[in-house]
Structures are given as structure tokens and as C-alpha cells.
């Protein structure tokens, strides 16, 4: 269920998930992968309370309120609201989650995975996407070649 490559690919083979804390400044970090996403033929829903539309298209407050409905999301929340953003997926009954900016299991509130693993919901804890994608810069394609040298890269 946990970081594994596989589900990470199969996560990748989505051509259509909500990205949650897409931020809409241009030079964010988040901003910069929704825009990656879309440049690579994604359909990324932008998912922000803040925001009405960024880039011309609709962001809705929260996952519960995308239409039409998606399976997947990418979570880029500060920390202090991941468990509620991951909660929020869990009754949008959602199969699949990446969480951005944690590094692993250990940082999702145990009683929140229990109830992930019951609703069979795949997450994928930590990893940087950019380390996923096809063709991707130089810098990020070394963040993996490292993470995979120092056995933190998924199996």
C-alpha cells in the first residue's frame, strides 16, 4: 500500500487527478509541477479554498467539490493540514494519494492509514514527482540517481 515504484507508476499512468495546495504563485514549487503535469498532457485539477480559477481554469475549494469527479489525488499541503486533506480524500472515496513534503508512513496520524488500508486507498508517503517523470531536468533526475544510491528511492 506504502511507496512503493509500482504504485507510483500506475499513479503516473493517471491522465487525470486533483492536485490539492496547487498554489498560485507562479514561482512556487507547487505551481511549478501543476504546470510540469500540464505541459505532459495531465488533466490536473487545481484543488485551493484561495483560489477561483488559476490559469483560466476553475479551482475548486475542495476535493469533495471537484466535477466531474476524479480517483487520484496529489496532495502539496503545508503539514499542518495534510491529515485533514488526506481525510477529505478518504470520503471523496478516493483510490489513489501522493503526499508531497513527508518523508514516509511514519508522519500519517496511525488511525488516519488504518482508515486509508480499510477503504483500500493507495498512498504514496514522500517522494518528489519531478524524480518520476520521463525526460525531467538534470537536477531531478540526480535527486533519484541519489535517493536510489542512499536506498531511499522506492522499490
Known amino acids: 500500500m506504502i511507496n512503493t515504484y509500482h504504485h507510483i507508476q500506475e ?3 493517471l491522465k487525470r487527478f ?3 495546495g496547487v498554489s498560485r504563485n507562479a514561482k512556487s514549487f507547487s505551481h511549478g509541477l501543476y504546470r510540469e503535469f500540464l505541459d505532459r498532457g495531465y488533466e ?3 484543488v485551493n479554498p484561495h483560489i477561483p480559477i488559476l490559469e483560466g481554469q476553475r479551482c475548486f475549494p475542495s476535493i469533495q467539490a471537484v466535477f466531474p469527479e ?4 496529489m496532495l502539496l499541503t503545508n503539514k499542518s493540514s495534510t491529515q485533514e486533506a488526506l481525510l477529505d480524500c478518504v470520503e471523496a472515496e478516493l483510490v489513489s494519494v501522493w503526499i508531497y513534503g513527508i518523508s514516509g508512513e511514519r508522519e500519517i496520524e496511525p488511525s ?3 482508515l486509508c488500508e480499510s477503504r483500500n486507498m493507495q498512498i ?3 517522494y518528489c514527482p519531478y524524480m518520476f517523470l520521463h ?3 538534470f537536477f531531478h533526475r540526480w535527486h533519484g540517481t541519489i535517493a536510489k544510491f542512499v536506498g531511499k528511492y522506492p522499490s
Open 18 to 20: 486533483a492536485m490539492i
Open 44 to 46: 490536473v485539477v487545481p
Open 124 to 126: 504514496i508517503a514522500g
Open 11 to 13: 499513479f503516473l499512468k
Open 112 to 114: 488516519i492509514l488504518r
Open 135 to 137: 525526460d525531467a531536468a
Open 70 to 73: 476524479v480517483t487520484a489525488a
